[in-house]
């Protein structure tokens, strides 16, 4: 584990392992009291909100969106610290819900529209994935009052992950207290009755997990199963993570689809691994 936190409104646990090719990847677990999960998932989708807390986000658009799938394209420049120049992201994004559990995916895609400037470094290898679901706050409790949200997410941001490592510890905790107090805010403000943003309303749009998908491959997404991921071996919290990633993917973030073959590729692997993953 990297790092443990909790206030009155939530409870934050971060874990991070370093591939042997490829970018520091990130998983985390954070608890809200007393919100919806299509609250938090609205708020994470909402651009026009996220500048009221996320003090990076300097630049963003819409360059595609797809009203049938929910699927967007978005254009984002992200103010980096120090002497680092801006970074800039093409990422799709779409959304999959199952029973009210959310699978949000972002995933940097190619987009030859938007030249690339010298200035700034263009992320492209980018991935960022939320299971987003209500759980009960304490085990024995009847009612579904908080949400969980776990993350698995890595970019390639072009700096030396001695640095990278670094300034995660350093403003990782301090963001995390940003992103809460804009949840709260965010549910303030829609109890206000505040119109949706588009983004927020591409939000509601969610393609329907094909339950046949998940049995074939030997899963489910029940209650007691989503509960019992966190008192799972650290190495399968990891697995069913990806797992999650790899079916949404199947069904396509955006018009490059991949092929459900990927899926079984990588159950298998994770079924029988040759080498235990660390955490």
């Known amino acids: 584990m990297m790092m443990e936190h909790s206030t009155q409104k939530m409870t934050y646990q971060a874990w991070r392992r370093e591939p042997k090719i490829g970018p520091t990847q990130y998983r985390t677990r954070t608890v809200f009291e007393d919100l919806e999960p299509e609250l938090v998932r609205d708020f994470f989708w909402d651009d026009d909100f996220r500048q009221n807390w996320d003090d990076m986000l300097i630049y963003y658009k819409v360059l ?3 009203p049938l799938t929910g699927t967007i394209v978005d254009h984002w420049i992200r103010k980096f610290p120090y002497f680092y120049s801006d970074r800039e992201y093409i990422i799709g994004r779409r959304i999959w819900e199952l029973e009210r559990t959310y699978f949000c995916t972002t995933k940097g895609v190619p987009y030859s529209s938007v030249q690339r400037n010298n200035r700034r470094w263009r992320v492209d290898r980018y991935y960022s994935s939320w299971r987003i679901q209500a759980v009960k706050l304490i085990k024995g409790d009847e009612q579904f009052t908080a949400c969980e949200v776990i993350l698995f997410h890595y970019e390639d941001i072009g700096i030396p992950k001695v640095f990278v490592n670094f300034a995660v510890h350093q403003r990782m905790w301090p963001h ?12 303030m403000e829609r109890m206000s009755g505040t119109s949706l943003s588009p983004s927020a309303s591409m939000a509601q749009i969610n393609t329907k997990i094909p339950i046949d998908c998940l049995r074939t ?11 019992s991921w966190s008192n799972t071996q650290r190495g399968n919290r990891w697995k069913w993570i990806i797992v999650a990633g790899v079916v949404v993917l199947a069904y396509g973030i955006d018009r490059g689809a991949l092929r459900k073959a990927l899926v079984f590729g990588v159950v298998r692997r994770l079924r029988h691994p040759k080498k235990k993953i660390q955490t």
């Open 176 to 187: 995390v207290q940003k992103i809460c107090s804009g949840l709260y805010a965010y549910k």
């Open 64 to 66: 595609e969106e797809y």
């Open 217 to 227: 491959l030997g899963l489910s997404l029940d209650k007691e199963v989503v509960q």
